[in-house]
Every structure is written in C-alpha cells, then in structure tokens.
C-alpha cells in the first residue's frame, strides 16, 4: 500500500506545480489593422465634414501606434498631438480630457510630465467591456471638445464589433 501512495503522492505534486504555469496564460483582445484602420477613418471623415483640418492616431493595447493619419492642410503640430493624446486616453484608461480635468484638478500630479503624455481633450480609450484595449486621439479641429466628438465617431462606427 506504502508503494502505491507514493507515486500517486509524486503525481499530485507535479500537477500542482504544472497547473500555474497555464493559470498564467492571458487571453486577450487586440485591435486589429482593420479596425484600427476603420476607426481612424471614420474619426478623420466625421471632422473632414466639419470643415476641420486634423491629424488622427490609434494605438493598441500597449499604446503602440497602429494607424496615423496626417489630413490634407492639417497643422504640422497636429500629428504629434493626436498621437498623445491617444498614448494618454490608453494609458490612463479615460478620455485625455478627463485626464485634462484630473491635472487642473491637482496640478502637483507628477504623470503629467511622463513622456508621451498630454493633459488635452481629444482622445478616448477604445473598450471591449471594460477592457481598454487602444485608443484614438485627435487633433487640428477648433476645440478639444470637437477633436473629442471626432474620436467619438471613429469608435462609434466599430461598436457593434467592440464585443
């Protein structure tokens, strides 16, 4: 009886010791190129139509930029901001312009000086659930609160797809 405990013994505890390694495996969702691509269209085309001259980025999950669009007679500026803009809204996991609002807020908040980092509307996180899985920002349009609304359009086009 002694004999047949201890393999059994030894096989429990290589099962406990194998089972972490997979309970460590993560499943996520990822934007992919064409959605990025969708998403940044459908934002640069909702302010084209307002007349704005505008710069648009999406990031991924890990903030990396997936697309960048840099509209006909947008300012030279623009390319960069939208693209912080969105780095913010991904990395603090809210719209830069909340973002915005926390720095006027407490002005001694250290991660505004983070780089790639801008406390500016324009950007919102693009969610599955509550999963924020990238970001779109952006820039050129007469206001934060427009650039913001162009976002609003990229993400709104995809959001039967954001499930």
């Known amino acids: ?9 030894a096989a429990g505890v290589i ?14 969702k990822n934007l992919s190129t064409s959605l990025a691509l969708t998403i940044a269209q459908a934002a640069y085309e909702s302010c084209v139509q307002q007349g704005y001259h505008v710069s648009v980025h999406v990031v991924g999950r890990e903030g990396q930029v997936l697309v960048a669009i840099r509209g006909d007679g947008s300012s030279p500026h ?9 780095y913010t809204a991904r990395t603090f996991r809210t719209s830069s312009g909340e973002f915005a609002q926390r720095v006027k807020d407490n002005p001694t908040l250290g991660v505004v000086h983070l780089p790639g980092v801008i406390a500016v509307q324009g950007a919102l996180p693009i969610k599955v ?25 990229g993400i709104d086009k995809v959001a039967a797809q954001l499930s």
């Not at 099962?15 to 996520?28: D, I, K, M, Q, R």
């Not at 820039?139 to 609304?149: I, R, V």
């Open 1 to 9: 009886m002694l004999k047949l405990i201890k393999p059994i013994a």
């Open 78 to 86: 623009t390319l960069e901001n939208s693209l912080r803009k969105a």
């Open 15 to 28: 099962g406990v010791l194998v089972s972490p390694a997979n309970a460590e495996l993560l499943t996520e």
């Open 129 to 153: 659930g509550e999963d924020v899985i990238g970001a779109v920002g952006v820039s050129g349009a007469p206001g934060g609160d427009k650039d913001e609304a162009c976002s609003k359009a």
